[in-house]
Structure formats: structure tokens, C-alpha cells
């Protein structure tokens, strides 16, 4: 590959990372929601984003090679897991590190999760959410597609409607959570914490709804 074939395929790969994982950030708050896409069962939407997530997780992986085999800057295996090393952009590159840190945290604990509890593996998960607004800047700081270097703005455009979707979608969980603080009993709020492991575990594995879910099936055919 030419410098400039690895270049294109560079950018691209990031703008498929960011779209991806911002449909994976949207998925996880509807999950908590308790929503679900028309069209499929309840526990098809935690199929669908755990499957978004290792998609985007590949796409990650692709962006990460692209930029490491790319000679026309230097960046080594090193600056993609140490934050603020690299000689090149090093701020705008170590956000990239530091977010794909926190996913490969979120990603361990997701596969010891049997090992580690439902407490501990929740409050890991929640650096998930922190890593898409970091790599958000890193992707602002370090794509020349966003300046006037080309004189394009569609990744612009694109981030803009990213951006937007995730705070009109955190706004909606914000609102759903303090209408529920303020009409639901602290007795019933105490059991609904004390369920939300059980909840939870259901939800991952999908193994009652999706039994359900195929009886009915069955019994219609």
C-alpha cells in the first residue's frame, strides 16, 4: 500500500469508528432505558449492541494498524498504548490512547465478568461512556479532514450529528431518571436496586425473553 492508500484508510476506518461507536453509546442507554428497536424483541437490542461493539472494537483495530504502518508519520505500538509519548501530535494522540485504554479495560472485565461481579463489572463499564467523548477530541485534534487542509467539512458534519444524537439521547436518560426518583417509593426503589443484578444477568444473557420470544414463535408457525 502507498502511503496515501493507508492515509485514506486511516480516516476512513475513524469515521466507521465513530459512527459505530456512537450507535454503540445510544444502544447502551436505551438498554438502560429499558427500550428496544421496532421490530425486534427486547433482548435483541443487547444482541444487537454487544455485536455493534465488537464491530466497532475491529474497525478500532483496523484504524490502529493503518496508522502504525503508515510511514509518513511515526507512531509505534508504544504511542498507541502510552498516552502522550509519541513525538508526533502528542496530545491529540494520546487522547486516542488514553480512550482506547479505557475500552480495553471496558473489554477485559466484560470477558471476566463471571469472575468479577455484576458491581464491579458496572462500574468499569461506565468508562465506556467516558471513552467516546475523548476519543471524540482526539478525533477533532488529529483529523486534518476537519480543517481547511482539504477544504472539506463532511467529518465535520458527521461529528456535528454524532454529537448530537449522544446529548439528545443523555438528555432523555437524565429526564427519565429524576422523573423516576421522584415517583418511585424509596421502599420500591430499594428493591428495584436489589433486582438489578438479577435484571441485568437476564438482560445480558437474553435466555428468558429469548425463550420466551422462540415459544411464541413456535406456537404461531
Do not use: K
Not at 427486547?42 to 475491529?58: E, K, N, P, Y
Not at 504511542?79 to 494520546?94: E, K, M, N, Q, T
Amino acid at each position: 500500500m502507498t502511503s496515501e492508500t493507508l492515509w485514506y484508510a486511516n480516516r476512513a476506518t475513524g469515521a466507521v469508528c465513530l459512527v459505530l461507536f456512537t450507535v454503540v453509546v445510544l444502544l447502551g442507554i436505551a438498554v438502560r432505558l429499558g427500550g428496544r428497536i421496532p421490530g425486534l424483541p427486547r433482548f435483541g437490542t443487547v444482541r444487537l449492541h454487544r455485536t455493534l461493539s465488537l464491530s466497532a472494537t475491529a474497525f478500532l483495530a483496523l484504524h490502529i494498524t493503518t496508522a502504525i504502518v503508515d510511514s509518513y508519520v511515526d507512531i509505534t505500538f508504544v504511542d498507541v498504548l502510552v498516552p502522550f509519548v509519541s513525538a508526533y501530535r502528542p496530545l491529540w494522540l494520546g487522547l486516542g490512547t488514553v480512550s482506547l485504554d479505557l475500552m480495553l479495560a471496558v473489554l477485559v472485565t466484560s470477558l471476566l465478568r463471571a469472575h468479577l461481579g455484576h458491581r464491579t463489572w458496572r462500574a468499569v463499564h461506565w468508562l465506556a461512556y467516558a471513552s467516546w467523548p475523548v476519543a471524540l477530541a482526539h478525533g477533532l485534534g488529529i483529523g486534518t479532514d476537519l480543517g481547511a487542509d482539504t477544504g472539506t467539512d463532511w467529518m465535520t458534519w458527521l461529528t456535528v450529528a454524532c454529537v448530537a444524537t449522544v446529548v439528545a439521547a443523555s438528555a432523555l436518560r437524565a429526564a427519565h431518571a429524576v422523573r423516576a426518583s421522584r415517583h418511585t417509593p424509596a421502599a420500591l426503589l430499594r428493591a428495584s436496586e436489589e433486582a438489578r443484578p438479577r435484571i441485568a444477568e437476564e438482560a445480558r444473557t437474553g435466555a428468558p425473553e429469548e425463550a420466551r420470544f422462540r415459544t411464541t414463535q413456535g406456537a404461531r408457525r
